[in-house]
């Protein structure tokens, strides 16, 4: 999908707006999640002008066509066309909040220009189906889903710290250890103040779902009944392993630029 984008001046894609900062006196720098190549950092010109022929299809969470030109440094937007502004999401406070929350994700958890079909996919569904769905279990789902495509996914079969196959029982969850933590280890992590405190209390039930997240659409997804305290254990888990994994993943990312650059002066 990058030989359209080497060979010509000018290319084409659809993509998502996950971010937007204002540079110079109208133009804005942007990060879009495209179809086919992934996240890319893309400016506009002119965008914050009132007469701006573009600017209005290039807010936050727009899906658009775009056609851009190829820079020396950065491309550049020049035209764009709304193909969904989630005009819906937008009017409610709770449902634009959690698609910010889902952009945030793919924001943290991608890398630039590498091609993420199925994220794109996952996102664009997730989208839609807030318009018309309240379920929380939709952004819980969606970030199950961008934690197993991106490699980060919360062991949920074996123990994180002694990697015996998890039984029925008073588990433990811990994003520093990579997912649950059996009893035993449990018990004998509470020495290890550090860890334990990132600790939390993980139900056979929560467990349970989760497993079910790996393996099931959405839509089977929003046909489970879940009580309340599984809800909340499935927040507070997923919350806390996406921490420990951007983290990982904004670490990685500087460790890389770091090994790079050591790599570009030693030449
Ligand atoms: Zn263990």
Redesign the pocket.
Same mark, same amino acid.
């Not at 123990?159 to 015996?164: F, K, P, R, V, W």
């Given at each position: 999908m990058l030989n359209h984008k080497s060979n010509n001046r000018f290319y084409k894609t659809t993509g998502i707006i996950l971010k937007h900062s204002p540079i110079g006196e109208s133009d804005r720098l942007l990060t879009v999640f495209t179809s086919d190549m992934g996240k890319l950092k893309l400016v506009a010109r002119g965008v914050r002008k009132t007469n701006s022929k573009i600017g209005g299809h290039l807010d936050l969470l727009s899906h658009c066509h775009l056609e851009i030109s190829r820079g020396r440094n950065i491309d550049v937007i020049t035209s764009a066309s709304n193909i969904n502004s989630f005009k819906t999401l937008r009017e409610n406070l709770i449902k634009i909040g959690n698609a910010f929350f889902c952009l945030e994700l793919v924001d943290s958890l991608t890398p630039d220009n590498e091609p993420e079909n199925k994220i794109f996919l996952s996102l664009i569904e997730t989208l839609k189906k807030m318009i018309t769905n309240e379920n929380p279990l939709i952004i819980w789902y969606f970030s199950f889903k961008l934690l197993h495509l991106t490699g980060y996914l919360p062991e949920l079969y074996n *123990?994180?710290?002694?990697?015996?196959k998890i039984q029925p029982n008073q588990h433990s969850f811990n994003a520093i250890l990579g997912g649950i933590? *059996?009893?035993? *280890?449990?018990i004998?992590l509470k020495n290890n103040l550090p860890i334990h405190k990132d600790s939390l209390p993980i139900s056979i039930n929560t467990i349970k779902v989760l497993r079910y997240f790996r393996n099931q659409t959405l839509e089977k997804i929003l046909n489970l009944k879940i009580e309340h305290s599984v809800m909340i254990e499935i927040q507070k888990t997923l919350l806390s392993h996406l921490s420990i994994s951007i983290e990982k993943n904004l670490k990685s990312t500087l460790f890389l630029n770091h090994i790079s650059h050591l790599i570009t002066n030693n030449k």
């Open positions: *123990c994180g710290n002694c990697q015996i933590v *059996c009893k035993d *280890c449990s004998r």
